[in-house]
């Protein structure tokens, strides 16, 4: 799990396309797999595999966020954003 947690918190960062190696003992898969090694019972992840376990979550997150947004739009009020926080502020 530590290693997983390694992984989500590298991802991202700009220009870091190297594939990223995590742990994990699975039953005996094709030997020839590119993917996973498993002599050292590794599974590679490229950029675009992890992004796509992030997808799902961000996509709910956005759209809460819209709906949101929406929701205090439509009852009159404003949303300033603070300038020194991360967060919105209602007025």
């Given at each position: 799990?530590?290693?997983?947690?390694?992984?989500?918190?590298?991802?991202?960062?700009?220009?870091?396309?190297?594939?990223?190696?995590?742990q994990?003992?699975?039953?005996?898969?094709?030997?020839?797999?590119q993917?996973?090694?498993?002599?050292?019972?590794?599974?590679?992840?490229?950029?675009?595999?992890?992004?796509?376990?992030?997808?799902?979550?961000?996509r709910?997150?956005?759209?809460?966020?819209?709906?949101?947004?929406?929701?205090?739009?439509?009852?009159?009020?404003?949303?300033?954003?603070?300038?020194?926080?991360l967060?919105?502020?209602?007025?």
């Open positions: 799990m530590e290693e997983w947690e390694k992984v989500k918190r590298q991802f991202g960062s700009l220009g870091d396309e190297r594939p990223r190696e995590l994990l003992i699975m039953k005996r898969v094709d030997a020839t797999s993917w996973y090694d498993e002599d050292e019972g590794m599974v590679k992840l490229t950029r675009d595999d992890v992004q796509k376990v992030f997808e799902p979550t961000v709910e997150v956005l759209a809460l966020i819209q709906r949101q947004h929406n929701a205090i739009k439509s009852s009159g009020k404003k949303l300033d954003v603070c300038p020194h926080h967060f919105s502020c209602q007025r």
